[in-house]
């Protein structure tokens, strides 16, 4: 059974730094990208950051050059090294998986840690 726990968020000022942390267990979690969303009030999920296996990195323009994202293989922890914050970051940061299969892919969600940003 695949789980995603996050962990991390908090109410922070603007120009703060935090650290999220996804704890994932039930999957391969070395062999597989793995990513970082946010859902702000009324909007739709959004991609924050993706690493693959191989440690490549992807991050939404809005994010660039302000958050990091890294994995430890061995603790099966996914993180998210979040500076410069502003009130715009606040949102519910969610942990992604997505297990390709032959009937598609089967996408799987952790339930979301809350960063609030004041200004």
């Known amino acids: 059974q695949v789980q995603l726990v996050e962990s991390g968020g908090d109410l922070v000022q603007a120009g703060g730094s935090l650290r999220l942390s996804c704890v994932a267990s039930?999957?391969?979690?070395?062999?597989?990208?793995i990513s970082w969303y946010h859902r702000a009030p009324g909007k739709q999920r959004e991609l924050v950051a993706t690493?693959?296996?191989?440690?490549?990195?992807n991050y939404g323009a809005s994010v660039k050059g302000r958050f990091t994202i890294s994995r430890d293989n061995a603790k099966n922890i996914l993180y998210l090294q979040m500076s410069s914050l502003k009130p715009e970051d606040t949102s519910v940061y969610l942990c992604?998986?997505?297990?390709?299969?032959?009937?598609?892919?089967?996408?799987?969600w952790g339930r979301g840690t809350q960063v609030t940003v004041s200004s």
């Open positions: 690493i693959g296996a191989g440690g490549d990195t």
């Open positions: 992604n998986y997505v297990n390709w299969t032959r009937g598609g892919p089967v996408y799987y």
């Open positions: 039930g999957i391969d979690f070395s062999r597989n990208a």
